[in-house]
């Protein structure tokens, strides 16, 4: 009797936690990090968050539909993608943009590639790249808050990461690195709250949502590529520059909510410390060499089309595959 196998995408791993749950779970993880955004931006950005996280989940129904494919939305996984790409976005953008993002995110980057599980780069932060390339100015117009002194005198909005790259740290005049811990800074409405996305952080690994492994590695490599860029380059070492560039940003809310995207990223243990050195080596590379002070999306980007090979050379040998020498 011939026996028949379904053939299934990764990740194959079993686990009591449904889809939906892990979901869910990730939802609310990202919820201090959108209220953070809400408090400093105003309404203007709890907008931005559900208009975008509604247009992602009514993407995936109108697909679902129209293919007549089992509608998904109740798994949550457009949900998430949707509020990732809300706060990505500046507070003031115009709300048909993360509309557009989230429409290509869902229908583009993850449907026509068979759906969750099968896309091979993260949608939120293709979406993002997408934007990016298609509406810079927009993407990067930073409104002040009252709140924020500014880093450099005339430059309107200037993000921290922007006034690092062009002036470095100047005491007196950069933005304090606590301000960099709760938020009170320019960016995106959910990456700049250091300390929010820690507790959501924590949330994840509290019910084992993630593992520390790859936002670890990923943040632990970043700091070894800065600090040798600091001495290498004769600026000496100041940990103001390397924090500003650890809390700046989109790197926390990178390293632990997307790095660690079960589809796009190594589940071999091994292959996830190569993946994180990976990203922490290109984001330093994007940031202090490239024409951007940011360069997070972009790595994980380029670091999600390395995970075939990365997983390829980092599996383990089966037990008697490696042979005896003679």
């Known amino acids: 009797m011939e026996q028949m196998f379904n053939v299934s995408s990764n990740p194959h791993v079993r686990a009591r936690m449904t889809t939906a749950k892990i979901m869910q779970l990730v939802v609310i993880a990202l919820l201090p990090a959108a209220l953070m955004g809400i408090y400093n931006h105003g309404l203007k950005a709890l907008a931005v968050l559900v208009v975008s996280t509604g247009s992602a989940a009514l993407a995936e129904w109108l697909y679902d539909h129209f293919m007549h494919k089992k509608n998904t939305v109740k798994d949550f996984s457009a949900v998430v993608t949707g509020l990732l790409i809300g706060l990505n976005m500046p507070a003031g953008i115009p709300l048909w943009i993360p509309v557009l993002g989230s429409i290509f995110a869902i229908i583009v980057v993850k449907q026509l590639f068979g759906g969750l599980g099968q896309n091979f780069i993260n949608p939120a932060l293709a979406a993002r790249c997408f934007l990016m390339i298609s509406f810079a100015g927009k993407m990067t117009d930073f409104s002040v808050s009252d709140s924020f002194k500014g880093a450099v005198d005339g430059v309107t909005g200037a993000t921290p990461l922007a006034a690092l790259r062009d002036h470095g740290f100047v005491a007196g005049s950069s933005v ?126 380029f670091c999600n089309l390395l995970v075939p090979q990365i997983e390829r050379f980092t599996r383990p040998v089966a037990f008697g595959k490696g042979g005896a020498k003679k």
């Not at 811990?181 to 019910?207: H, R």
């Not at 990923?218 to 040798?228: D, K, P, T």
């Not at 024409?291 to 994980?300: D, L, P, R, T």
Request: charge should be positive.
């Open 176 to 301: 304090p690195v606590k301000n960099l811990i709760f938020g009170n800074i320019q960016g995106t409405i959910g990456e700049t709250s250091v300390i929010a996305i820690l507790i959501g952080a924590a949330i994840l690994l509290c019910y084992k949502v993630i593992s520390a492994r790859i936002p670890l590695t990923y943040i632990g490599s970043f700091a070894v590529f800065v600090i040798i860029y600091m001495l290498a380059s004769g600026k000496g070492f100041d940990v103001n520059y390397l924090l500003t560039h650890l809390c700046g940003g989109g790197l926390m809310l990178g390293a632990w909510f997307m790095a660690t995207d079960y589809v796009t990223s190594p589940i071999i243990p091994k292959g996830q410390y190569v993946y994180g050195v990976c990203l922490g080596v290109l984001t330093g590379i994007f940031r202090i060499f490239g024409a951007s002070a940011e360069g997070v999306s972009y790595a994980i980007i």
